[in-house]
């Protein structure tokens, strides 16, 4: 609300909309929390579109927050990783944004009690208002995001976000129910002390990429050598590399050139929040903010975190495709 001051021409239909995104991240958080105690935990037995087992918690996520924000006239369409193709609001309440999210990502780690979170991203309407909100709406570069954020479900029950005014956490107060402003312009270092990668993956990477990887482990006069943090949670991973300083990275690999993460759900929104941070995000070789979608589900390779450490990363993997 405080920036929606800043903002003259502001009808506050998008501060209404992180509203919504926030009760849906209350429902969902109560629901982790009782985990444990329901049915809910395992496996549904179905597949999501990009072959992912779907676990019980995810789908009620995916669920909760389409309809925290469905029939509220702020959103014309939304697009979930859990979904095969978006969902239009129905015709008479299709307000101007759109809203890209991963209802439950880290979901192999629901059943550990392990961190997990809800990413999300928000976009203005390009279509006609005159017609049905399509894929065009969903499909924009990442740069045009007017705002992006994620709700970390771990010790406690975080939001974090950007509107393009830097990056604000608040802790849910489970006493209150209310979300709490305990992190205000976070700024992330700009050398990090982490480093975060799957590195079972090793023997798939192209040089370049263990090259890098190398570089994190043991230094090499250019970088000292890091410490090692790997959750395999995105959110949880990101999250602590944001406040701490640190690089991520899921290069791809022979297994999938475009490694395993997708662009509109969590490359994407992570790639506002980093850079509004102080940080950056990379495929390697371009900014993710300014990859241009061509289809809902694309993945990316993704290197994010502190900046020396991203743009460590871009000049090694650059000098490995310069021709010898
Ligand atoms: P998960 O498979 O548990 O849903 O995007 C999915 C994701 O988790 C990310 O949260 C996480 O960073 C990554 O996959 C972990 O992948 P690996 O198991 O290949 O390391």
Known sequence: MEQERLHPEATGELSNLLYDLCLAAKIISRQVRRAGLTDILGGSGTLNVSGDLQQKLDMFANETVRNAVQHTGRVCITASEEDEGPVVCPREEQGKYVLLYDPLDGSTNID?????????????????????????????VGRKQVAAGYILYGSSTMLVYTTGQGVHGFTLDPTI??????????????????????????????????????????????????????????????????????????????????????????????????????????????????????????????????????????EVLAAERVPA
Request: charged fraction near 20%.
């Open 112 to 140: 550990v009690n392990v961190s997990i979170g809800t990413i999300f991203s928000i976009h203005k309407r390009v279509t006609s208002p005159k017609g049905d909100a399509g894929l065009a709406d969903c499909l924009q």
């Open 177 to 314: 129910g209310e979300f709490l402003l305990s992190h205000p312009d976070i700024r992330t270092p700009p050398v990090g002390k982490y480093y975060s990668v799957n590195e079972s993956n090793w023997n798939r990477w192209t040089p370049g990429v263990q090259r890098v990887v190398a570089a994190f482990k043991n230094g090499d006069g250019r970088i000292q050598a890091k410490n090692a943090r790997y959750i395999g949670s995105l959110v949880a991973d990101f999250h602590r590399n944001l406040i701490s300083g640190g690089v991520f990275l899921y290069p791809g690999d022979t297994r999938s050139a475009e490694g395993k993460l997708r662009l509109l759900y969590e490359a994407a929104p992570l790639a506002l929040v980093v850079e509004q941070a102080g940080g950056l995000a990379t495929d390697g070789q371009r900014p993710i903010l300014d990859l241009v979608p061509k289809h809902l589900h694309q993945k990316t390779p993704f290197i994010v975190g502190s900046k020396a450490d991203v743009q460590f990363a871009v």
